[in-house]
């Protein structure tokens, strides 16, 4: 469909044609009819194409933790455009990769060492689990196939990913997935954790699940678990206290690998680098995406411990140690991007700034209790969540007008899962931007019957 008219508009004005864009993960009928259009950003605001400025309450989707269109790294990013467009990493690399690898390396906790660069949050959770289960061929423990995930998980859309995750409307679809795959439990449990402040205190008891599932099918099977430490997208459910802990000592205990997916985690949204810190737990794995380069260039990866890699680094020296990875592994730009976001995470010291504004978050956000229809208000760290009773026959349709309408009538952007209203700001949020959020939100949910 040649159309020089739409090529030659600026980028911030409207389209004249919908049709084409098929969106991801998207009511499309329901969003022709009625758009919400963004056209460019700053800081805490987007703005649409007539300049309405939307206050940005998601991170864009979980990845903007600096904020918008930050200078240092739109700058970065210019340069190294300028220089070098792209380099292949399969055999020959730039200078910039290994760079942005030690200073995840230098984040990640522990031993986590050793980093595999891919693309999105679905590629590091694939690449994860293809790397837990070539460890175990390496090293001679080739049964070990099952991998196990979470009821309620989610980790991307490739079929790993929807394999071991646990959302129905991700998996009723698309076949019978992955073979030998099994999932522990869901943690959240309404009754015994309505209206939690950080880690429910019930629910630890989850995690020996997965001594059921060893007893199943024998620890010898089993190559690894993966679950995130805090469930976003399936509508923030937070690990109970101790639950993480116990998880690790269970695979411990049989030589399981734990992977920790942290594409939501990671970079300051639980008050550290990496939520592993604040569970002191040590995971085999770590996959990050998004807050990496703050949304601004696709970039995500799997940290990995030194004895796992260094399990692979055998044979003749020519010879390729593991047989994976994607063109755009290390993309000059995204590695430039990912160097000077740490810088501002670093600088700004945007990760105790989350801890510190954790509490009062949990207050200002718990004000919405006894609001209609919430049911349930969670927080931890800088994210919250309402769950709203469904509608009788409409079930998500509730959740969906709060954010149709928190984005026209009030200017908030907030992401809705089903009737689950969830709520992640970038960390450079302030008090008053809070209570800003807090209050468009509530007007909303006092005008949605
Ligand atoms: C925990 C987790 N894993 C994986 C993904 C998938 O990331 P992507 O959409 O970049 O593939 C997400 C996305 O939200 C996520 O929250």
Not at 420 to 425: G, L, R
Request: charged share 20%; aromatic share 8%; with cysteine.
């Amino acid at each position: 469909m040649a159309n020089s008219a739409l090529r030659a508009r600026p980028s911030s004005q409207a389209p004249n044609d919908l049709r084409s864009f098929w969106l991801p993960f998207t009511a499309n009928r329901a969003f022709k009819q009625r758009p919400r259009l963004i056209a460019r950003a700053k800081d805490m605001h987007y703005y649409t194409p007539e300049g309405r400025p939307i206050l940005d309450a998601t991170a864009g989707l979980w990845c903007c933790n600096a904020g918008h269109n930050r200078e240092p790294i739109v700058s970065a990013i210019q340069a190294q455009a300028a220089e070098l467009d792209f380099a292949p990493t399969f055999q020959y690399a730039h200078p910039t990769a290994f760079e942005a690898a030690s200073r995840l390396a230098e984040l990640a906790p522990g031993d986590l060492n050793q980093v595999f660069f891919c693309n999105s949050g679905s590629e590091a959770a694939d690449t994860a689990l293809k790397i837990a289960l070539a460890y175990h061929n390496v090293t001679g423990q080739a049964s070990r196939q099952r991998l196990i995930g979470r009821e309620r998980g989610y980790h991307g859309v490739g079929f790993g990913g929807i394999s071991v995750g646990g959302m129905v409307n991700n998996r009723k679809f698309f076949g019978t997935l992955l073979a030998g795959v099994d999932h522990l439990p869901a943690t959240y449990d309404r009754e015994h954790q309505a209206f939690s402040r950080g880690e429910p205190d019930w629910g630890e008891h989850k995690a020996d699940e997965l001594e059921r599932i060893v007893a199943l099918h024998d620890a010898s099977t089993i190559a690894a678990v993966i679950v995130e430490p805090m469930s976003g997208s399936t509508g923030v459910l937070a690990a109970p206290k101790g639950y993480l802990q116990r998880l690790r000592a269970i695979c411990d205990k049989y030589r399981i690998l734990l992977i920790f997916d942290e594409v939501i985690t990671a970079f300051g949204r639980l008050g550290h680098a990496f939520a592993a810190e604040r569970y002191g737990v040590i995971p085999d794995m770590i996959t990050f995406a998004k807050g990496v380069t703050s949304g601004s260039v696709p970039m995500a990866g799997v940290i990995v411990r030194d004895h796992i890699h260094d399990a692979f680094m055998a044979g003749p020296d020519h010879a390729i140690e593991f047989f994976h990875g994607y063109t755009y592994s290390a993309h000059p730009l995204a590695c430039a991007a990912a160097v000077a976001t740490l810088d501002v995470y670093r600088d700004e010291r945007l990760f105790e700034r989350s801890k510190a504004l954790e509490p009062v978050w949990a207050d200002k956000f718990h004000s919405l209790r006894g609001l209609p229809n919430v049911l349930d208000i969670r927080t931890i760290g800088l994210v919250g969540a309402v769950d709203l009773a469904a509608k009788p026959d409409a079930v998500g349709a509730r959740g969906f007008e709060v954010m149709e309408r928190a984005f026209h009538d009030e200017g908030l952007m907030v992401r809705n899962a089903g009737d689950t209203i969830a709520v992640s700001p970038p960390l450079i949020v302030s008090e008053p931007q809070i209570d800003e959020i807090v209050q468009k939100l509530g007007n909303v949910l006092k005008r949605v019957a």
